[in-house]
């Protein structure tokens, strides 16, 4: 196990080593000081690179860590600042519970699993065994550090401990889970978002005086120790790792991020065979792009509506436990009242993140419009105009699922946390939300169509779309330090994005024309 450690260890530096120096000869200066082969051939330079290296990657890690707790060390002191030691306690325990689940690392793709296993065909069984016991020691060493320095208590241990077993369960939970579905749970969004929300909400319990104690941690300690033990026996006895490492650390994944996510993305809006079917009777009496949207639709129904309706739903359990959490703490029911007449601006950046544009766009390039833009009618004003205006109505209807749930659920938090003097309050409200599942549904519309961002090979490259959502992003997330009234708020809302729909409608009359084709 040692020596398999250490050969993947060497691939591994050597790899970084020879990046590191291919990118220094990208740059134009530097290519002049250092030409031909001669830093490859160099073993003085090797070694030098190989320390800064070690050193570089030592302290990054480090570092990740100290942000880590330092994470848990600033919510403990915002939710329970009378017993900050006992709130970091209780978010160390969360957290590992969110690890256990979406932090798995036999099944994550790196350039040393790629190296290692896939082209130096290493022992994929060795390889798993050597790499999970570093990163399990690795964690136990830097987590019990970082506690002992926050909290002086050897109590600390058993939570470490609690962590050391809780990641061997969870990678067992995450191969299970890959034998089932042939998709990590880092990659099966639904489940992955579920864990995170759900483990987050968690960490707000001690404001309902619930709360992990360290009495209950040697309990949980001792039912875990021979989970645990099983678990990792039945690790130990999968033996077809080498299939499972060749399928998930591809080229692609291994060597290019970027283009892992990209073709993750594409997995999940590509089209199942069972979808292609449709009815009949929902087609009649539909001519024209009204048809060809409506057939779009129906075969692409569960792709538009699945991550719509899991937000719906966790936006749902949100507003009834914040409801409930605010009956039995006078505190936050009262900072929840204040909150929603005075900085409803802050649901600008929550609709940014619910409205589910950009995957819908996606499936539009690559089941539909992909093929489409190959014929030159498909690029003709009127026709560009018609099946805009049809998408606006199918995407607005899909983000209007979950925006429903919060423009009802938001007038019935403000009432039973106090309510309001100003009856206008509980009718803009729910406008507002709408107003924005709306204005966001146009916006990602709009910049499909002028930016159309997928090549040939449906990757992702207009920088001109990425510096637009990026912008988008900045605009929604500087509204939440805008301070306005409601009612006057939902007003100007509904103003601009009535002007937005219409300006945007003539930009993409004129313009998609020549900005709506294939890179």
């Not at 530097?30 to 082969?37: M, Q």
């Not at 809302?493 to 930009?507: G, M």
Request: charged residues 15%; proline residues 3%; glycine residues 4%.
């Amino acid at each position: 196990m040692i020596n398999t450690l250490k050969m993947s260890f060497k691939i591994d530096i050597t790899y970084a080593i020879n990046s590191f120096i291919y990118n220094i000869k990208r740059f134009p200066i530097l290519k002049d000081l250092f030409p031909g082969n001669g830093l490859y051939q160099s073993n003085k330079a090797k070694s030098i690179i190989r320390i800064l290296g070690l050193v570089l990657s030592t302290t990054r890690m480090i570092l990740y860590k100290i942000l880590y707790f330092f994470i848990i060390y600033t919510v403990a002191t915002i939710i329970t600042p009378k017993n900050i030691e006992s709130g970091i306690l209780h978010i160390y325990f969360i957290f590992t519970i969110i690890g256990m689940f979406i932090n798995n690392k036999i099944l994550s793709t790196s350039t040393k699993k790629y190296f290692s296993i896939v082209l130096f065909n290493m022992n994929a069984k060795e390889f798993m065994k050597a790499s999970l016991w570093m990163d399990l020691i690795t964690n136990f060493i830097l987590h019990s550090l970082c506690l002992l320095f926050l909290i002086k208590s050897p109590v600390i241990f058993l939570f470490t401990i609690f962590g050391f077993l809780g990641r061997i369960l969870g990678e067992r939970i995450n191969l299970l889970h890959y034998n089932k579905y042939k998709i990590s749970i880092t990659y099966n969004y639904p489940v992955y978002w579920t864990v995170v929300l759900l483990g987050l909400g968690l960490c707000l319990s001690p404001l309902i005086n619930v709360q992990i104690t360290q009495e209950v941690i040697p309990i949980l300690d001792i039912i875990l120790v021979p989970i645990a033990i099983i678990c990792y026996i039945q690790i130990m006895k999968i033996d077809n790792y080498k299939l499972i490492y060749k399928k998930i650390n591809t080229k692609v994944a291994a060597l290019n991020s970027n283009q892992a996510k990209e073709y993750s993305r594409q997995a999940m809006i590509e089209i199942k065979e069972k979808d292609k079917k449709i009815d009949e009777r929902k087609l009649k009496n539909k001519k024209g792009y009204d048809l060809f949207n409506t057939i779009f639709f129906e075969r692409h129904k569960e792709i538009l509506l699945r991550s719509a309706k899991w937000f719906a739903g966790i936006s749902f359990l949100i507003i009834v436990i914040t409801g409930i959490i605010s009956q039995i703490n006078p505190e936050l029911q009262k900072s929840l009242n204040n909150f929603l007449l005075n900085n409803i601006a802050w649901f600008v950046i929550v609709m940014y993140f619910i409205n589910r544009g950009s995957i819908i766009t996606q499936a539009m390039f690559y089941n539909c419009d992909h093929s489409m833009l190959t014929f030159n009618f498909y690029r003709n004003p009127k026709v560009i105009s018609n099946v805009f205006k049809t998408r606006v109505l199918t995407v607005s209807k899909v983000n209007l699922i979950p925006a429903i749930i919060i423009a009802v659920g938001l007038p019935i938090l403000l009432y039973i946390t106090g309510g309001t003097s100003n009856f206008l309050d509980y009718i803009s409200i729910p406008i507002f939300i709408i107003v924005l599942s709306i204005f966001f549904s146009i916006h990602y519309l709009v910049i499909y169509y002028l930016f159309q961002p997928y090549d040939k090979n449906m990757k992702m490259k207009s920088i001109t779309y990425s510096m637009i959502s990026a912008i988008t992003y900045i605009i929604a997330y500087s509204l939440t330090d805008f301070k306005m009234s409601t009612t006057m708020f939902s007003i100007l809302a509904i103003i601009a994005t009535l002007a937005y729909s219409i300006v945007a409608l003539i930009i993409v009359y004129k313009k998609a024309p020549q900005t709506f084709k294939i890179k």
